[in-house]
């Protein structure tokens, strides 16, 4: 291990992401979404114009739709303004130019990387890295021998200039359209930054690539979309963190996720996020898997004030697969509602959900998810299952399974379970020589396991290492 990595090993977790710069920003756009503001960040962006229209039938659904109210045991949106967000901060740093060495981003920018670990994880275990501070990528870069292979990773506004036609083929067409969610439709008026990552036929990509959305400054929202294209027989780990620091006034993220998995291909999508508890995290992601392909979500989830989170996966082709693991954990204040959907539309298709909640303190946690399995697609399988773990007689925890069965031959199993940390078990732990808090610990850590087993090494430990700052209360 390098003397870097023992420093960040040794670096105090908390601080690590609860710290924020002065703001630089090279453009900010006016608080609220106009047709004006929208025209604004596209030319400044100097996009194509087909990019600008869908950027305004986008606003013009927005601003028809109306705001989900009225599902049963959803967070309270009544505090979500977007007449008070700054919807576009461009950092002082050019971007345009393509930076790929780190030591020429500005010092502020550069420390704020560094003190999460980005560089030092590029350099041992990943084969390409994009950094977003605020509403843009501001460091992206590949190792050459994927380059050579002809694996494309770079930042969405990049993309869109430089990878113009499949941008325009798969960009909120095929996967995510505007009409999807109000939330979707905001997204698609006012994206800026994320990742495009592309692997050609027959590659597999055998490290994962990374992306890590920061968000600095108060009273912003970011809306970095992600788009990903895994050709025939190929394979790819896509890493996502997101962060923010504790402020005063809220914060908006409304990312967008899109992932074609064409036939056999296998892509991992990973996402830890660790909002702070001022940020409302509302965002829309689906992939499309063809025949014999496999899609896997994980996703860790934590920090905000309220979350809507649901990845969906449509079975397109006979024989594709779905997994979807998640993690959610909600303090005082908190509503974390996660979930999954799956849709079945071709014969021999499977899926598999597992969800894991934690709440305390007054949190809420809660699992709302949808299996539909249609007319014709023979032979499906699908098993979901829901484990919730309380702290106290102040929390909940909800589990709101919905299944859409129209095929009779088919295979179906949904399994949930909810419990109090067991004084029984605390004490066992404590006639072992642990403390309480190191018992709880304990029991939340091999709660867990089976999901944190699932991520690469480093970013297990981050999870555990985050899940136990919220048992203290010190996140957020």
């Known amino acids: ?45 100097d996009e194509p114009e087909w990019m600008l229209k869908r950027r305004l039938r986008a606003l013009n659904l927005w601003q028809e739709m109306p705001m989900p109210t009225d599902w049963p045991g959803q967070p309270d949106l009544s505090e979500v303004d977007v007449n008070e967000i700054v919807p576009y901060i461009r950092p002082d740093v050019d971007v345009r130019a393509g930076v790929d060495d780190w030591e020429e981003l500005p010092e502020d920018i550069k420390d704020t990387f560094d003190k999460l670990g980005i560089p030092e994880a590029e350099k041992n275990a990943l084969s390409g890295v994009g950094a977003q ?16 292979k002809g694996v494309i990773f770079c930042n969405m506004d990049e993309a869109v200039q430089e990878h113009e036609d499949l941008v325009r083929e798969y960009f909120m067409t095929k996967c995510v359209p505007p009409s999807d ?41 970011q809306f970095e979309h992600t788009l990903i294209i895994a050709e025939p027989n190929s394979e790819v780990h896509y ?95 908190q509503n974390i509602d ?76 949904h399994e949930a379970t909810v419990g109090k940390i067991g004084d029984e078990d605390v004490f066992y732990l404590q006639s072992r020589g642990l ?9 939340v850590s091999g709660f867990i396991e089976p999901i944190t087993e699932e991520l690469p090494i480093e970013y297990a430990v981050e999870l555990n290492r985050l899940v136990e700052l919220e048992m203290e209360g010190s996140l957020g």
């Not at 403390?435 to 029991?443: E, F, H």
């Open 1 to 45: 291990m390098s003397s870097d990595q023992e420093h960040l090993r040794e670096t105090d977790t908390e601080d690590r992401f609860d710290f924020k710069k002065e703001e630089a920003a090279a453009f900010k756009a006016d608080q609220g979404l106009t047709e004006e503001t929208i025209r604004l960040i596209s030319e400044d962006k």
């Open 133 to 148: 501070y605020e509403s843009e990528v501001v460091y992206q870069n590949m190792q050459e021998r994927w380059e050579e």
């Open 181 to 221: 969610n109000k939330f979707a439709a905001l997204h698609g008026a006012i994206w800026s930054g994320g990742s495009f990552v592309y692997v050609p036929e027959d590659v597999t990509v055998e490290m994962p690539v990374q992306a890590y959305f920061r968000m600095n400054s108060e009273g912003m929202g």
């Open 239 to 333: 890493i996502e963190g997101c962060s923010a620091p504790k402020y005063s006034a809220f914060n908006l993220h409304s990312g967008g996720v899109e992932v074609i998995v064409k036939e056999n291909a296998h892509v991992q999508y990973s996402t830890v996020q660790n909002w702070s508890k001022n940020t409302y995290n509302l965002n829309t992601k689906r992939a499309i898997a063809e025949k014999d392909a496999t899609m896997e979500w994980i996703s860790g989830s934590m920090g905000s004030k309220a979350t809507m989170l649901y990845p969906s996966t449509i079975l397109k082709g006979p024989g594709a697969t779905d997994n979807h693991i998640t993690i959610a954990f909600a303090g005082e204040g």
């Open 338 to 413: 996660t979930g999954a959907k799956v849709y079945h539309n071709a014969p021999d298709t499977k899926s598999t959900i597992e969800s894991k909640s934690i709440s305390k303190d007054g949190g809420r946690t809660n699992y709302r998810g949808l299996v539909h399995i249609a007319d014709g697609a023979q032979n499906s399988s699908t098993s979901v299952e829901c484990d919730a773990l309380m702290f106290d007689n102040e929390s909940t925890s909800d589990t709101m399974p919905y299944m859409e069965i129209n095929e009779s031959t088919v295979n179906v199993a």
């Open 435 to 443: 403390d309480d808090d190191d018992a709880k610990q304990m029991i």
